[in-house]
């Protein structure tokens, strides 16, 4: 019998960006929910989650349920730790654009540098700002957590809005005011920014 021969060729390379969304049939972009705890972001992204499902669209959820729980566990909320909270979002969210997937980050990163840095690891052309801008006294009714009470009582330090700064979005490629807007209305504009991204 002769040498055996490779039954499977050997690729020097992984598959592309271009042949993961040829295979999809959709472009992968993160869209970067920004706003006060109680604004509106999770709920806004999880309703346009479901839409782009039942247009047949792949989509993924970043936010501190499955972030925090899990791969940032070990951080805490010293600015140290919430800027490598937003670099390790990024750089997922960064894979998962690349995979084609349309990605949806909800988290309050409340500076402009650390949206700024987010946007330059996931590559300004795939980075979509939306700053959900509900007020914070519409926030602090809401208080979904209980934590705007706890802040006031000084339970909870440097929370924004409350006892630490947030910087409203330079240029933002959406504002959403869910206390204006509702759920479809948010759901629609966030849904428009998506499928002109073609």
């Given at each position: ?131 959900v801008s509900t007020p914070l006294e519409v926030c602090e ?58």
């Open positions: 019998m002769g040498e055996a021969t490779n039954i499977y060729p050997i690729y020097e390379k992984m598959m592309t960006r271009s042949d993961k969304e040829q295979l999809l049939g959709q472009r992968g972009v993160m869209v970067w929910f920004t706003g006060l705890s109680g604004s509106g972001k999770s709920t806004v992204a999880l309703g346009v989650e479901r839409e782009l499902h039942n247009r047949g669209i792949l989509c993924r959820i970043l936010d501190g349920d499955n972030i925090r729980s899990g791969i940032n566990k070990n951080l805490g909320f010293s600015a140290d730790d919430r800027k490598e909270n937003i670099r390790r979002i990024a750089e997922i969210g960064k894979l998962f654009v690349d995979t084609g997937v349309v990605t949806l980050s909800a988290f309050i990163s409340p500076t402009n540098e650390s949206r700024r840095m987010a946007s330059e690891i996931i590559g300004a052309d795939d980075f979509r700002e939306v700053y009714q809401r208080d979904v957590k209980g934590l705007y009470a706890r802040a006031r009582r000084g339970e909870i330090k440097d929370f924004t809005g409350v006892s630490a700064p947030f910087e409203v979005p330079e240029h933002p490629a959406l504002t959403l005011d869910t206390s204006v807007l509702t759920l479809e209305e948010s759901v629609n504009k966030v849904l428009e920014l998506i499928l002109n991204n073609k």
